[in-house]
């Protein structure tokens, strides 16, 4: 089993900046790559960005690239995701996945990871 607990959220104006963190414990081993998703009221869980474990090679949605950065601390076993120049569009729960079946190509899929974290809410006020 791993386990996922995220950090960093909050509420924030327009054109800010917040850092969230995803602690990962447990199986870590066995963790291929990392994801980060969003869900807003109403809508469905929306694909952000995703880091391969052991390479650090990065992938962004459309909507926050030249925005956002993931990045991962191996030996701090967290990931996190830098969030600048923010918008109300970004307002959500953020959560913090794990894949431990190295499905990269599907990387933006949340059915591609297999833990989950409990989320983290941040808004973004105009």
């Known amino acids: 089993q791993v386990q996922l607990v995220e950090s960093g959220g909050g509420l924030v104006q327009a054109g800010g900046s917040l850092r969230l963190s995803c602690l990962v414990s447990?199986?870590?081993?066995?963790?291929?790559?990392m994801g980060w998703f969003r869900q807003a009221p109403g809508k469905v869980r929306e694909f952000v960005a995703a880091i391969s474990w052991s390479g650090g090679i990065t992938y962004y949605a459309d909507s926050v690239k030249g925005r956002f950065t993931i990045s991962r601390d191996g030996a701090k076993g967290t990931v996190y995701l830098e969030m600048n120049s923010l918008e109300p569009e970004d307002t959500a729960v953020y959560y913090c996945?794990?894949?431990?079946?190295?499905?990269?190509?599907?990387?933006?899929?949340?059915?591609?990871?297999?833990?989950w974290g409990q989320g983290t809410q941040v808004t973004v006020s105009s």
């Open positions: 996945a794990a894949d431990a079946r190295g499905s990269w190509y599907t990387a933006r899929l949340p059915a591609t990871y297999d833990y």
């Open positions: 447990g199986r870590t081993f066995s963790v291929s790559n």
